[in-house]
């Protein structure tokens, strides 16, 4: 019974925060697209320039990162690492083809991006993190073309017409978003360690 309590207060614990990330990802939402009052009309071309990243073999992408290997991304996110780097620094990288294109990741340091991922490079004026939550937001999975295997042109996303707020207002956006995402990696890390706390709850009680 003293198990199960523990247990479960630790279960009810990793709800809340649950709840409280979801909570915070719909205020940066929110907060996101309310904030365009002082906004003005530009293509996505001139926000930013999009280019498919590299080819890479499968037989060249590894499982676990280690000594002189860098972050591989596709089209879904993190593929597994590899010897050789495309890019260095922080940009948002779009997923240009499967059910899932249009899904948005922002990553930094070095690493290499494949042909499925379109990599946003921001223009002068656009700040590279507001960058990031204007694609996020832009729902760009309805810009995809074709159906056995759905993908998305650049030159089909170039021409769109987006809402952009002036430098220092962007950076102002982004500021107040990073406090929300303060909270978002608090109780990420809080059900990280869940298991540990589950694990050290039966080492207590089943070790003595």
Not at 178 to 199: F, H
């Amino acid at each position: 019974k003293k198990i199960i309590t523990e247990i479960e207060a630790i279960e009810a614990k990793e709800a809340k925060a649950k709840k409280v990330i979801e909570e915070k990802r719909q205020e940066i939402d929110e907060l996101f697209s309310n904030s365009f009052k002082d906004s003005f009309k530009k293509t996505l071309g001139e926000v930013c320039s999009l280019k498919a990243g590299q080819f890479v073999k499968a037989a060249d992408i590894y499982d676990n990162p280690g000594e002189k290997l860098f972050p591989c991304y596709g089209g879904n996110g993190l593929r597994g690492y590899t010897k050789t780097f495309t890019h260095e620094g922080t940009f948002p990288l779009v997923g240009r083809q499967g059910a899932l294109c249009g899904n948005v990741h922002l990553v930094n340091g070095k690493f290499h991006a494949t042909e499925h991922a379109l990599v946003a490079t921001p223009k002068e004026g656009i700040n590279v993190i507001w960058l990031y939550h204007l694609l996020r937001t832009m729902n760009l999975n309805q810009y995809a073309r074709g159906v056995a295997q759905p993908g998305l042109s650049v030159k089909y996303l170039t021409p769109i017409t987006v809402n952009v707020l002036p430098l220092k207002q962007q950076e102002k956006v982004i500021k107040q978003i990073e406090s929300l995402e303060k909270e978002i990696q608090k109780q990420e890390q809080a059900i990280a360690n869940i298991q540990e706390e589950k694990k050290a709850v039966l080492t207590k009680y089943l070790e003595k």
